[in-house]
């Protein structure tokens, strides 16, 4: 993204407006993965405790999101770079 | 749900726009867990084959536990991501559980 | 959600904020439940009209869905209270 | 799609933001209720091979049928929504009250 | 959709709304139907490069969603269209 | 991603919300896609066994080549509906790529 072309005002605006919507995608990641992680680790509801083995693939699923995303973030920001280099003067 | 809670000047009268930000995305979090738990209970404790229209004892007793679960499983992400010191926002706060 | 420390300005607000989402979430909702029964109890096209098998089933599908909505609600309620509780002073 | 009428006084010349945020309200849901149509009744009617590009004839006969029903089963929930005396903020979230 | 009642500020305003509703509602679409026939025809991930049989099925796969959606919008627009006229005078 | 680049008038020193807003749509769509890959590709290399919270050399290399293929196929994609002239604001546009 490009915005040296942006004056100060316009600047300060977005850089608002972006961690506003920061905020709210950390927000939604983090809900998305709770329910990612309880939909794959929990089926069993003969009790509302959860169980070691479910804690522990919780546990796994969370920071096996995390770094792929982290991975999927590297690779995106790699073929982002390379797809825009050459189409900017 | 109080991981919010960045300091914020109180402007007397006036509309503080900063504090009525935070309390939007508290809702908003809350809204999009509980909105969440609805499917996520419905996919695992509802039948799709829909012989009756009242909750039977079974799915009662399923959706009761799965709700506990599915807070469970919030806290215990919770606690990891701060742990992790996963994200700016989230490391400066005192709590992550709903 | 404790909005005690809010002026009256900032309660106004926020009051027609939180109706405009629950307007929002309604709907959202409503559509939502309609894609679900249509999904679990439509699978037979030889014929655009609802079979009565498939109004009975609908019709069930939407009940049961709010009763677990409200269901959902009131664990969400409860466990939500307690959680919140002891973390304020 | 009326349901969602509430009296709005005029205001002579400015703009009515209460009306603009009802038709606004009245835009997203039809919007909304399409992209689902969309999205079903492509599960309903097309196959995942995609051999080639066409609709074929049983696709497009299904797509007609299942956009037909869609609008029946979005008539009958509303019809069993609005007896049972749902209300955007009681059936909402009844118990969800912030 | 009656705008009729509107006055031309109102309309103007709304216009713009809706525009801005239809470039959010076309993106969304866009990156939906990518997502959509990457996860139908992508799925041998021994190689990065797409192989010939992938990029065909993905072809045809965007082809029919389009034609899928615009089928759709007709046969909506007619629906919608005669279960609005009865119902305003 | 360069297809949003509307002609926009300078306003100097003050802002320019058509501008703003363009900046605004861009990063909703890398955004947008983004988040469609982590979870497709999710989808596509993770076992849903979660034995162990790192991911192995074949989830890795899945990774990297899933990235890659879908944004493979969002070029080709792009490509089809520029030449099809699917939309106004598209067909106006230089380039749909990423």
Redesign the interface.
């Known amino acids: 993204m490009d915005f040296s072309q942006f004056n100060a005002s316009e600047q300060a605006h977005m850089t608002k407006i972006i961690e506003k919507k920061q905020m709210q995608d950390f927000m939604k990641m983090y809900s998305g993965l709770v329910e990612r992680c309880f939909t794959s680790c929990c089926n069993d509801f003969t009790s509302k405790a959860l169980s070691s083995k479910e804690e522990q693939c919780v546990m796994n699923c969370a920071d096996k999101f995390l770094k792929h995303s982290e991975r999927v973030g590297q690779r995106f920001a790699e073929l982002n770079a390379e797809s825009m280099g050459p189409a900017r003067p | ?2 991981f919010l809670g960045r300091g914020a000047s109180t402007s ?5 726009h900063e ?3 935070m ?24 039948s ?1 084959r ?6 039977n004892k079974g ?20 606690e ?2 701060q742990a ?1 010191g ?2 700016a ?2 490391t400066g706060s005192s ?1 992550f ?2």
């Open positions: 749900m109080s007397n009268g006036g509309i503080n504090r009525l930000e309390a939007m995305n508290e809702i908003e979090m809350v809204s999009d867990v509980f909105n969440r738990i609805v499917s996520s209970c419905h996919g695992k404790c509802i799709n829909y012989a009756e229209g009242d909750l799915e009662s007793v399923c959706i009761d536990r799965c709700v506990a679960k599915f807070f469970d499983v919030n806290k215990k992400v919770g990891k991501m992790a996963a994200n926002q989230a709590s559980s709903l």
